[in-house]
């Protein structure tokens, strides 16, 4: 899998992108809500931007036998390790929970990435 620079736009669009496949796919509601969070302006993130970042992302994940997308955990852990300004970690974990309550449910795979930033990133669930 690819590596981007530390707080990078790609970092942040990555996050995100994972973010809306975690659970399987990538709903048009997740998708079009992402164009609508302020952390896109926040990280210097154009939409075309976002898009290619997203198209890199379902390029380098394998399938399930389904046709889904598979997230790795090791994968999970080394687009979090991506992000290290504290302010920007805080932005982009709200963000995440934005997006994957845009098609109003969380699927597991979803709560299961949003767990794993939490606890990266020590962020405290009141926040």
Same mark, same amino acid.
């Given at each position: 899998?690819?590596?981007?620079?530390?707080?990078?736009?790609?970092?942040?669009?990555?996050?995100?992108?994972?973010?809306?496949?975690?659970?399987?796919?990538?709903?048009?509601?997740?998708?079009? %809500?992402?164009?609508? +969070?302020?952390?896109?302006?926040?990280?210097?993130? !154009?939409?075309?931007?976002? @898009? #290619?970042? /997203?198209? $890199?992302?379902? %390029?380098?994940?394998? +399938?399930?036998?389904?046709?889904?997308?598979?997230? !790795?955990?090791?994968?999970? @852990? #080394?687009? /979090?390790? $991506?992000?290290?300004?504290?302010?920007?970690?805080?932005?982009?974990?709200?963000?995440?929970?934005?997006?994957?309550?845009? @098609?109003?449910?969380?699927?597991?795979?979803?709560?299961?990435?949003?767990?794993?930033?939490?606890?990266?990133?020590?962020?405290?669930?009141?926040?």
């Amino acid at each position: 899998m690819r590596s981007y620079p530390p707080d990078s736009p790609q970092a942040v669009s990555r996050l995100l992108a994972l973010t809306v496949i975690s659970d399987g796919g990538g709903s048009p509601s997740e998708i079009a %809500a992402t164009y609508r +969070l302020s952390i896109l302006d926040y990280a210097g993130i !154009e939409e075309d931007f976002f @898009d #290619q970042v /997203l198209r $890199e992302l379902t %390029a380098d994940l394998p +399938l399930t036998s389904d046709g889904l997308v598979k997230v !790795e955990t090791a994968m999970i @852990d #080394q687009c /979090l390790e $991506e992000i290290i300004r504290p302010d920007l970690r805080q932005r982009l974990w709200k963000a995440m929970w934005q997006l994957a309550y845009a @098609d109003d449910q969380f699927a597991h795979a979803e709560v299961a990435l949003l767990h794993r930033a939490t606890q990266a990133w020590g962020i405290k669930a009141e926040a």
